[in-house]
């Protein structure tokens, strides 16, 4: 809870007081680090007046997906709340009295409480208390660090940056928990290379080592339906990808019958197929011929679906001359089907009138579809 405390102890402190019973508490030369029930820090935030009071960064953001998360979480697994993330107050005193050595029971009372960083945590305990109940929140245990002193200057100064302390985390840090991944991860790759889904360089000489955005683009290029390649071409389609883990769209390129052959057959095509498409004459991508330069997803695409066998892609058993034909065919196809989209991209523009530049029209899906469909 919270008061207006004047310490006879410490004269110059007026300010917010907060009274725990610690669960934890280790005692540092920097502080204290203490693990609580959060139904204690709901009287922290009261009032309207209390991201100024805790003279905190930030107001409440409200409904960010970051804090919808955190809410759910204390919502329905409370238990689960304080196992990530910390929150980290200033204090001009802390006063304690009980417990043992080891730092269990006892009373610690923060004199002149500031809330360096936690509280959008702080606000959404107070929120779920009020809808749930103080019993349910106290459910949950959650770690503070209490920073006094030349600590609590050193605190602010570096959470004033954590933006820049702090690696950002990405739809394509989550996909080491998809299941076919995992399987794919932990095939035998034999003498073909390696797969690694996760970011980040892999230092050392190696030997060949599949991505995860080139793995994506590849077997959506094989993939039934040209949306997902459709999507992947970009780095923001990509992330967009890859957190629809389960959609239909993902459990198109990414299934349980996923093997390092088809991996290794699906770069290798899509790498002969965009090798053909640059092998071109420029004079040819010109006019509606800049739909090889602005979509050539949509002609590999296209491609690789009319010579190669897609629903045999990952049957190591499979008679079908792979090597022979995305080295021997593949490209001269490619060639040939960027010419005839070309000319069906050109009947669609006529059609539908299109006055936009090229660079805008040509990578919208809803333009693929009309080339794919269109007969002069």
């Not at 073909?192 to 980040?200: A, D, L, N, Q, V």
């Not at 090597?323 to 539908?352: K, M, N, S």
Request: overall charge neutral; hydrophobic content about 45%.
């Amino acid at each position: 809870m919270t008061e207006d405390f004047s310490s006879a102890l410490w004269p110059f402190h007026v300010g917010p007081v907060l009274a725990l019973r610690p669960r934890r508490r280790i005692d540092s030369p920097e502080g204290w680090v203490l693990d609580v029930s959060a139904a204690e820090l709901v009287g922290l935030v009261e009032g309207a007046g209390a991201a100024r009071l805790l003279r905190a960064r930030r107001m409440y953001l409200g409904d960010t997906r970051t804090n919808r998360v955190l809410a759910e979480i204390l919502r329905r697994a409370p238990e689960e709340f304080g196992a990530v993330g910390t929150v980290v107050l200033g204090a001009d005193a802390v006063e304690l009295s009980g417990g043992d050595c080891r730092g269990f029971g006892g009373e610690l009372r923060v004199l002149g409480v500031e809330c360096i960083d936690g509280f959008q945590r702080l606000m959404i305990i107070a929120g779920v208390a009020a809808a749930l109940g103080v019993s349910h929140v106290g459910r949950a245990t959650v770690r503070l660090e209490v920073r006094c002193g030349p600590a609590r200057e050193v605190a602010r100064r570096l959470h004033r940056s954590a933006g820049d302390l702090v690696n950002a985390s990405t739809a394509q840090d989550g996909l080491i928990h998809c299941p076919h991944i995992d399987r794919l991860v932990r095939a035998d790759w034999e003498e073909t290379g390696s797969f690694e889904p996760r970011r980040g360089v892999v230092p050392g000489p190696r030997r060949r080592l599949f991505t995860m955005p080139e793995v994506t683009r590849a077997l959506a290029c094989l993939s039934p339906s040209p949306e997902a390649v459709n999507l992947v071409a970009t780095d923001e389609g990509l992330e967009a990808f890859w957190a629809g883990i389960g959609t239909p769209l993902y459990l198109s390129v990414f299934h349980d019958h996923l093997s390092p052959l088809g991996v290794v057959r699906a770069v290798e095509a899509w790498g002969r197929a965009l090798g053909a498409l640059r092998a071109m004459p420029g004079r040819l991508k010109g006019g509606a011929g800049h739909l090889i330069r602005y979509a050539p997803e949509l002609i590999c695409w296209a491609a690789c679906r009319e010579v190669l066998p897609l629903d045999r892609l990952h049957e190591e058993s499979s008679v079908f001359d792979w090597d022979g034909v995305i080295r021997d065919r593949l490209p001269a196809h490619t060639q040939r089907t960027a010419e005839r989209l070309v000319r069906q991209y050109e009947g669609v523009r006529e059609a539908r009138g299109s006055t936009g530049t090229y660079v805008d029209e040509a990578p919208q899906l809803d333009v693929w579809l009309d080339v794919l469909a269109y007969r002069r």
